[in-house]
């Protein structure tokens, strides 16, 4: 990361940073359930226009019930506020910091209100989501388009939103992933340590929207969301190689999947992999859950409780790493690119921090970038209407 961005000055202040034309930095998640009574209305926002009955998501909260209706998401988005707002006192970035989700309180609309009467004008976002795909990106920005439309239908005019860039490959990001690669092989037995095979885990989308992920290229769609995933995944394999003396056997796989049996999503599942690293022999696996920011409910659920009981039903020793939370050199990544992004609005021409072969991502989403099945409207892309 840029020395520059953490220089202080001889009295222990931070040197003010630049974060023109932004005035406020707009914090955008996914949501969760608080409570019991919350699960089913939840769950209805999250598949609102799917007619899937009230009775279909009571089951599928079952989930969140056996951890008392409660996702960890939102408190860990109440800590990465918290850290954010830190962070940017500490180095003088004079931004303050509004959260708002998609799917529950406090709701994306309601946050875009406030911000608009607190007299915000040009807002950047920061997606809790790393990679390319339309659950991941695009959906994030129709709804932001979603909440502009409505906010003018009040007859009020909501200020400016951008977007800032993908992250999954600043070192930000990278850095405390390889971190708990290297503290979870510790809590391996030593016996089995060395030769444990790395699962990198994300979730699993429909290949259609796989294949259509990022920006459309020359020779056909995107492909951006695995492709991305893959180069995360090599670079902490690498980061933790380097560490530990010892290259180990890593892939890529999915979980979470949600659709339809005849829908094709994206294989192998996690505990299919787990079975198939034990009957090949594998002494034990490192779950590692580079798709996800926080150990929000598919990471509670989905590896520590189903993929922990596939593996100890099989004899297969596995440890979960952490995600990257609140770690401070992630929410110094977020401030980097508050600050490149600034520059850059200004017409100057900062450095953009990244690692390994992909490079920076795009900061301006093109048009039909991670097109979803329908049309809608998108801020915060070269074909948005709120430009």
């Given amino acids: 990361m840029s020395e520059a961005l953490d220089a202080a000055d001889p009295a222990g202040s931070a040197r003010p940073a630049d974060a023109r034309p932004y005035d406020a930095l707009l914090l955008l998640s996914f949501g969760g359930p608080e409570g019991p009574d919350d699960v089913v209305p939840f769950l209805e926002n999250v598949t609102r226009g799917r007619g899937i009955p009230r009775e279909r998501l009571a089951e599928v909260g079952e989930h969140y019930f056996l951890f008392g209706g409660v996702s960890p998401i939102n408190a860990q988005c109440r800590t990465l506020l918290d850290a954010l707002r830190k962070d940017f006192a500490e180095q003088g970035v004079d931004l303050p910091v509004y959260w708002g989700n998609r799917n529950w309180a406090p709701y994306l609309t309601d946050t875009l209100r406030e911000m608009t009467r607190d007299g915000r004008r040009r807002v950047l976002t920061f997606a809790t989501s790393a990679y390319a795909s339309y659950s991941g990106c695009r959906q994030y920005r129709e709804n932001l388009a979603e909440a502009i439309a409505a906010l003018e239908g009040e007859g009020l005019r909501p200020p400016r939103v951008d977007k800032l860039r993908h992250f ?190 992909l490079g920076p991502s795009h900061d301006v989403c093109p048009v039909d970038c991670c097109r979803g099945r329908t049309a809608k409207p998108a801020a915060a892309g070269a074909d948005s209407p709120y430009a």
């Fill in 168 to 357: 999954f490959n600043h070192p930000g990001f990278i850095e405390p992933m390889a971190d708990g690669v290297v503290a979870a092989l510790e809590t391996l037995p030593a016996q089995v340590r060395e030769g444990a095979h790395l699962a990198f885990t994300t979730h699993s989308i429909p290949t259609a929207a796989a294949d259509t992920s990022g920006p459309p290229q020359d020779h056909g769609p995107g492909g951006a969301y695995v492709a991305q995933h893959l180069e995360v995944a090599r670079l902490v394999a690498a980061d933790v190689a380097e560490r530990t003396g010892a290259d180990r056997p890593w892939q890529l796989v999915y979980q979470s999947r949600s659709g339809p049996p005849r829908v094709p999503w994206l294989e192998p599942d996690i505990c299919d992999h787990l079975e198939t690293l034990h009957a090949d022999g594998a002494p034990a696996a490192v779950m590692v859950p580079i798709g996800f920011v926080s150990d929000h409910m598919e990471v509670l659920y989905d590896l520590d409780t189903e993929a922990t009981a596939k593996a100890a039903s099989l004899g297969l020793p596995v440890a979960r790493s952490a995600t990257v939370g609140a770690d401070p050199r992630f929410t110094a990544a977020v401030r980097e690119l508050v600050l490149e992004r600034a520059a850059t609005e200004r017409g100057e021409r900062p450095e953009r921090c990244a690692v390994g072969s």
